[in-house]
C-alpha cells in the first residue's frame, strides 16, 4: 500500500514550481508523493520538506537537491535561515492527516479501527489524545467539540466521557466510540464520529495555532512572485487560509493606506478554491474533503506623493 496518495498532486505542484532553478519548500512530507513530483520540475533548483512525523523519515528522497528537517512546520522561518534558503520561490502545505497515519491503527487517528488513544502527530512529544480525553473537564472538552469540530451537542458528548471514566480510564479508540456512539444522531453516527475524531486531533496537535503561526511567516519566507500553495480538508483551515491570502492577516480585514488603496502582500491565483475533480475522488475517496488555495507574493505597492 502507497505510505500516502497526494491530493491534487500534480495540480498543485503545478501552481508552485514556476522557476526550476528556485528553492521550493514543502512543509507537510509525509510520503513524500508531493516533493517527488515537485523534484521532477526542478533542475538547478533545490527543495526542503518538512515532517515531525518519525516515519516519513522511512520515505526519504536520495538526492543532493533535497534537505530534510525533522521539524514542525511552525519552524519555518528559523529551519530556512538555518539552512540558507530564505527567502523562497515557493510554499506548499498540504494539511490534515496522511493516509499513513490513518490507516495505522497504534496511532489512532481513525475511529475505523482499535488502537491506542494518541493522536499526536509527533509522537515522541506533547500530549495524546488519551491525555485530553481522561483529564480535560466538562466545559474543555465540550469547548473542543464546537470549536474545531462544529458539533452542537457538545455537553452532551461531554458528560458522556466524564461518566465513563469514573470507572476506568478511556485507553483506546473502540472505548471511546462505544461510549458516544448511542448519543449520535441515528444514520450519521460515523459522520458525527469524524467530527468528533477531528476535533480531538486538532487539539492534540494544536493544529490551528501551528497553522496561525506558519501562514504569518510565510510573508517574509517568500520572495516577490513566490507562491503560497495551500491544500486544506475542513472548513476551519480553509477559512484561515481564505482570510490570510486575500489579506495577508489571519482574520482577513483589508489594510488600506491614506488614499484607500488595499495593502496586502498577496495577489490571489485562485479566485475560488479549487477541488478535486470526479475522477481523482473516486480513486481517493479522502480527497473529497480537499480545497486548494494559491496566492502569489507582490511588490509592496508604492502609490507616490499625492499632494
Known sequence: ???????????????????????????TYGGGGHSRTIMEKLEQG???????????QSQLIEDERFTFVASNFKNLGRFL?????????????????????????????????????????NTQSGKSAQDVINQYDEKALSDIFYRYGELSDGRALARRILKAREGQPLLTTQQLVEVLRPALPRGKENKSLSKIFQAIRIEVNQEMSVLEEFLTQTTDALKIGGRLVVISYHSLEDRLVKNFMRSGRLDGEIEKDFYGNPLTPFKLITRKAVQPGEEEINDNPRARSAKLRVAEKTEPVNHGNHI
Do not use: C, W
Open 1 to 27: 500500500m502507497e505510505y500516502h496518495n497526494p491530493v491534487l498532486r500534480q495540480l498543485s505542484v503545478d501552481y508552485l514550481v514556476s522557476d526550476p532553478n528556485g528553492v521550493y519548500v514543502d512543509v
Open 46 to 56: 533545490r527543495l526542503i520538506a518538512f515532517d515531525q512525523d518519525a516515519d516519513a
Open 81 to 121: 535561515k538555518y539552512h540558507q534558503a530564505y527567502p523562497v520561490n515557493g510554499i506548499l502545505a498540504d494539511l490534515g492527516v496522511s493516509s499513513h497515519q490513518f490507516d495505522t491503527p497504534g496511532r489512532g487517528f481513525s475511529y475505523r479501527e482499535d488502537g491506542a488513544l494518541d493522536m499526536r502527530m
